[in-house]
């Protein structure tokens, strides 16, 4: 169905409707039905003009919310501070939301965002998304489900940050809505996070939360079972459950008042199924003639909401046909005007503009904040220093209870870092020494952690999320490649996600695992926009790179990932018994994108990285037995790349070789090899990596991993 035959069929639908007798409705006063009523008809006129825009080339991909109009009543029943996570569908929601708010325009967001528009309010033109700063509403693109565990996170964090007394953005009582489609229920992400919700509640951990399954029947082309959502989550434990018919409004109204009054006064999750009906395609040039038949759509538009709203407001002898046909034809002449201004309105111009929300960065404030939390007073009582140099895992350890011990806004959690302090005891203590509301154990689910980390940094906090090892983290990738790194995109900065996700990582463990103990892939993450890669070798640098990321973090709103090499947490020798690879605990920190040096060699730069660092020190000396003498440049960061240090140090020696323990296809050498060409180097260059292969157990581990012999011998093959 066209724009077009969408708009008469309902100004035909409307000229047949008879008028009934005054009525009264104790639940729903007139003038909030009219408020609600043209709250759905600019939602239909806007997705009328999106579709008019996209036929003529001048609007781009839009997802209509056409036949969802009902969950303007869910709008109605929540507070304009409630935080709302938005389904693609919930057009009249953000109306009806934004309407309330003094300054806001919502006919005029929508349509820049249709037209990409550079004055869009909350994407800047980056994308066509329902947020508002203002309406509190946080912007999602169309990732399937991806919203649900921030939702999640965002409903344990309110709580939390009243408890803690932390600087919140959010009400305490506040409720949070996340809504989403029928299709998007099955998705193991939402799957996840309502089952995340209710184990948290059933702990008695205040969850207040409303989940809104705008249930349309229909996933593109895949029906939904018209009992499924009801099967699926109107019988699960702990989870309260109501229905409600988009079509009818006051009863949509009374029903999302209910369930929103039982969030609010319990603190704990709500399942709302608005039955909804989808007119027109799934998006853009979808036509459902090609697998829809006619009595459907026909079917569909007699439940259409605004068809059902005018019949209830004529029933009740509120309006008559000629006035409801009179407001649709107001707010469609004021939709076109407006999608006719905004055409004339400017676009982005540049890769400069696109990306500037991505990445920024204040290295002063970053010192500052350093400086700052090194000298904050303490929340605990003071504790002696650790006796002595400390390894990797210790210093990471006495750099988190010294972060915790200064920051109130600083949390810790994950997978078995409470009471068991982590796998490799790298949390070992914090939990019993800051408690369980700042140190916590979460679900055995990589989408949660993340999901709790994103939800917590919406509410003030600076969380330090634990993925237990790197293979774990692409259960969940999409928490931080779509959810995180996005936000601030298609925010234009308006909301953050500061965090700093730890994650233990890398290959050369001994005697445990295989592939998923031993994961040497990082490419999911160096190619994420924004996100910023520590990778520390040693102790001083574990402890200054942690600080640095963390107030990052705070004072940019970064995504940082902190890649810990396992098999160097406990080490104390480069070469046995030396204890060179020992440090001392540091309050400093270390700029983002600076590199560390080792020796001044001057025919040979061996670029590497983690495990590659005490490997390549001892190669090093292997080397200068053959007469070459060399000096080793540790990136330190993987993301960005000391590009400046990488530089200096390749042209010194005039040769260089990239000992890299990741693999040879999507490895960091070939970021490093990229940098040095594009910024003009000329001199030699090879490359010594991992094989392109999981990890295997055992001494088989040996044949596909860098080794030391094989840096020596591709530094005397480069050299010879």
Known sequence: MTSVDLDAWFRVALERLRPGAPAEDPDIGAELVWELFESQVTSRHLDLAARRLGAAGRGFYSIGSAGHEGNAAVAAALRSDDPALLHYRSGAFFVQRCARISG?????????????????????????????????????????????????????????????????????????????????????????????????????????????????????????????????YGTRPGLAYFHADGADLPGALRTARRAADLVRASRAPVFLHLRTVRLGGHAGSDVESAYRTPASVSADLDR????????????????????LLDVYSRVGARVATVADQVLAEPRLGSAAEVTAPLAPYHPGSIADDVRRSSLRGRTEAPQPPPAGPLTLAQAINTTLADLLDRNPDVLVFGEDVGRKGGVYGVTKGLRARFGPRRVFDTLLDEQTVLGTALGTALAGFVPIPEIQYLAYLHNAADQVRGEAATLSFFSNGAYRNPMVVRIAGLAYQKGFGGHFHNDN????????????????????????????????????????????????????????????????????????????????????????????????????????????????????????????????????????????????????????????????????????????????????????????DAVVAAARSLLA
């Open 104 to 232: 806001q325009d919502p006919i005029r967001s929508v349509l820049r965002g249709v037209v990409a528009a550079s004055t869009d309010p909350i994407s800047g033109g980056r994308h066509k998304v329902f947020g508002s700063a203002a309406a509190a509403i946080i912007p999602q693109t169309s990732t399937i489900a991806s919203q649900l565990p921030r939702a999640v996170g965002l409903a344990f964090a309110l709580d939390r940050a009243a408890r803690l007394g932390t600087s919140s953005p959010w009400p305490a009582d506040a409720v949070v809505v996340c809504s989403f489609g029928d299709a998007s229920a099955n998705h193991s992400t939402a799957t996840g996070a309502i089952n995340a919700a209710l184990h948290a509640a059933h702990q008695g951990v205040p969850m207040p939360v409303l989940f809104v399954c705008e249930d349309n029947g229909i996933g593109i082309s895949v029906p939904t079972p018209p009992s499924w959502i009801a099967r699926a």
């Open 521 to 708: 892939s990082v490419a999911a993450l160096r190619d994420i926009p924004g996100l910023i890669l520590a990778a520390p070798a040693r102790a001083d640098d574990a402890a200054a790179m942690l600080r640095t990321c963390v107030s990052a973090a705070r004072t940019d709103g970064r995504v940082c990932v902190f890649l810990e090499p396992i098999a160097l947490y406990h080490t104390r020798d480069v070469y046995p018994g030396d204890e060179s690879w020992l440090a001392a605990p540091t309050s400093e920190h270390v700029p983002i994108g600076r590199a560390r040096l080792y020796g001044e060699g001057t025919d040979l730069t061996i670029v590497t990285f983690g495990n590659g660092v005490p490997m390549s020190l001892r190669a090093v000396n292997q080397l200068a037995d053959h007469g070459i003498a060399a000096r080793v440049l540790d990136l330190r960061w993987l993301a960005p790349l000391p590009a400046e240090d990488l530089l200096y140090h390749a042209r010194a020696t005039g040769a260089v070789l990239v000992a890299d323990e990741t693999r040879r296809t999507g490895g960091v050498s070939e970021s490093v090899f990229t940098a040095l060409i594009d910024a003009g180097y000329h001199g030699r260059l090879a490359r010594v990596t991992s094989e392109d292969s999981f990890v295997p157990l055992g001494p088989a581990a040996d044949t596909v991993l860098l080794t030391e």
């Open 304 to 323: 259409d909401p605004l068809l059902g709203t005018a019949r209830y407001l004529v029933a009740r002898g509120i309006a008559d046909p000629p006035a």
